[in-house]
């Protein structure tokens, strides 16, 4: 069993940046592919970035702006946010998988409760 918590969401002007951290409980966390994710009013939840070991993966509308880095000794998974959009606004969920990167949600067994990003000046 894997408990996930996220903090970091918040209010943030166009061109701002955010970190997003997610800590885990457990101590096999080196082992899970970690994502993230985020859902908008009205829309599916939507692949924004994945670590499993050494591999990373980005969706296309943030490459280039997300950096998703985890530091295992800690259990934490973190999502650097630069150059935000109003687009980016979202509620953004961590969630945790065994095996290879995916970008759909339905493999992840583990989420959190998710944390507020807005982005608006």
């Known amino acids: 069993q894997v408990r996930l918590v996220e903090s970091g969401g918040g209010l943030v002007q166009p061109g701002g940046s955010l970190r997003l951290s997610c800590a885990a409980s457990g101590r096999t966390f080196s082992v899970y592919t970690m994502g993230w994710f985020r859902q908008s009013p009205g829309k599916e939840r939507e692949f924004v970035a994945a670590n499993a070991w050494s591999s990373t993966l980005y969706a296309d509308s943030v490459k280039g702006r997300f950096t998703i880095s985890r530091d295992n000794a800690k259990n934490t998974v973190y999502l650097q946010m630069n150059a935000l959009k109003p687009e980016d606004t979202a509620v953004y969920y961590c969630?945790?998988?065994?095996?290879?990167?995916?970008?759909?949600?339905?493999?992840?067994?583990?989420w959190g409760q998710g944390t507020q990003v807005t982005v608006s000046s």
């Open positions: 969630a945790a998988k065994l095996g290879s990167i995916v970008t759909v949600a339905t493999p992840y067994n583990y």
